[in-house]
């Protein structure tokens, strides 16, 4: 490919959707466009280019980009505007995209941003010579990490940091490893070069971001990013990893999304429990808890191995706070099969739980062998149990925690009122309290003792350091 040269400064305006490392990947563009003199403008109606970092995992996030793509059209008649499609969407329906989106200019994948920048200057020049020509760049790759980019960091307070890419589970619903290819693990003097950056930047939290995150490996001897941890096979593992960057100096807290529930080693239990600087708050996606789902979901534990995990978790520490995902009317679910679920969100307990209705991803296993066949009203109805119940476990859990003093991550301005501060607990917990008479700082640390607590958010005041 021939490398095109900037003549100006054209404006970009960059629209996330999905989870975390969508975000991540979002400041690694910004990054890699930034290096090649583009500049970025929060109103889309002054950009030159509108770029659309998608995800394909949940329906509603493909209604929304087709929603913002429409939007997109009136602008795109009155003037020159390149239209990129960025991330999992890109990957997974290029071929829809590409026939029913002529507005779609450029399209590329997860592996493939350092392409980028040439392919928005080519749909820019070809555009300006009043010609149409669209650009795509979809490749899967088995080595990219992105390892060498130092991200556009926009937040002050946290910092996501990706530790590795894509994924090799395979689960029979979820999209991923056909949008985001086959695990690869950063090199950890990378990860811990990258942190100690964060901290002379002035961030004083990190969040470890992978699609698998817990099944991190590395063997630093021979370079290599693939092996078996604690078989002899890899030096580098998950829990080594993060107690490494939790020991930077300067680092407050670590936090880490999304983990396997199968990828959780004593050694990584104990380091969450014991680490100081180590948020007491683990991810642990369900799905569900009957075993003839979980194995057609292909999760590879049953529901008594979970249930071990959350033992093994509250006997080493029970102040870790447990979340968790759960899907609601799986192809063949039967109302005793969805019961199981039902049962284990009541029996453990969690501080949340995200529940969604299965709903099918083109290519995926699931899509292929089994029939979508649990009705609409059926799934909606098993969602709204599930989340009624777990609405009133959270309040409970809330509840208890009135009357103690909780460190608390300042992070910014109250959503309702700027007069009021928003920050995070250890264990994940969301915390409001009132600034006035406060000399805090976003991320400092700050002692609140809880007076009042909702579903959602603990609210206290300030207590003498
Ligand atoms: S572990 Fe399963 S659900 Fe998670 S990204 Fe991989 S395939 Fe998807």
Redo the contacts with the bound molecule.
Sequence with gaps: MNLVTIDRAYRVHIETFGCQMNEYDTELVRSLLKARGFTFTEDRERADVVLMNTCAIRENAHSKVYGHLAELKALKRQRHLVVGVLGCMAQNLKEELTETEPLVDVLAGPDSYRRLPDLLLQAIEVQEQGLKQRGMAVELSEYETYDDILPERTDGVNAWLAVMRG?D???SF?V??YTRGRERSRDPQGIIRETEHLVAQGHKQVTLLG??VNSYQFDAREGARLGAPGAGGCDWDFARLITAVADVPGIERVRFT?P?PKDFPPALLDAVAGHPKICKHIHLPLQSGNDRILDLMGRSYTRTEYLDLVDGIRKRNAEIALTTDIICGFCSETEEEFLDTYRVVQDVGFHAAYVFKYSERKHTIAARKYPDDVSEAIKSDRVVRIVDMQTGIAFRINQEMIGRTIATMVEGDAKRSSSQWKGRADNSLTVVWEKDGSRARPGDLVPITVSRASVTTLFGTEAPA
Excluded: E, T
């Design positions: 994924c589970n395979f689960c979820c991923v490893p699609q698998n999304s396997h």
